[in-house]
């Protein structure tokens, strides 16, 4: 994919790029990914999660913090964290990543 700074991606961009990876990860149709799903709710169980994690780690050039990748468990929770991430910034929904990786 090509590469694309964190700056220039807004909250929808990010949210379907890593449904996008998570779709092609998983096998499954981008369409049956919605922000309010929960990995069970996708099928996926805690080995899934560890590679998805992985998946996302290349598609964005980051490392997510295991302690941190365990504590989401929706969707949207996930775009949020990454989202915050990767534009440095530090909300309530994303402290977790942050102390983690700190």
């Known amino acids: ?9 807004d909250r929808d961009r ?4 890593i449904f996008a990876a998570i779709a092609r990860s998983r096998e499954i149709p981008v369409s049956d990914i919605s922000p309010d799903a929960s990995f069970e709710d996708l099928g996926l ?3 899934d999660g560890i590679e998805i994690v992985f998946v ?14 365990r ?7 996930l775009v949020d964290n990454l989202y915050a991430l990767l534009s440095g910034s ?8 942050h102390e983690a990786a700190g």
Do not use: N
């Open 71 to 77: 504590h989401v468990h929706s969707l949207r929770e």
């Open 45 to 47: 169980d805690s080995l």
């Open 1 to 9: 994919m090509a590469d694309e700074r964190p700056e220039a991606l």
């Open 14 to 17: 990010l949210q379907a790029r």
């Open 90 to 97: 530090t909300p309530d929904v994303a402290a977790k990543l």
């Open 56 to 69: 996302l780690e290349e598609e964005f050039d980051i490392s997510i913090p295991d302690e941190a990748a």
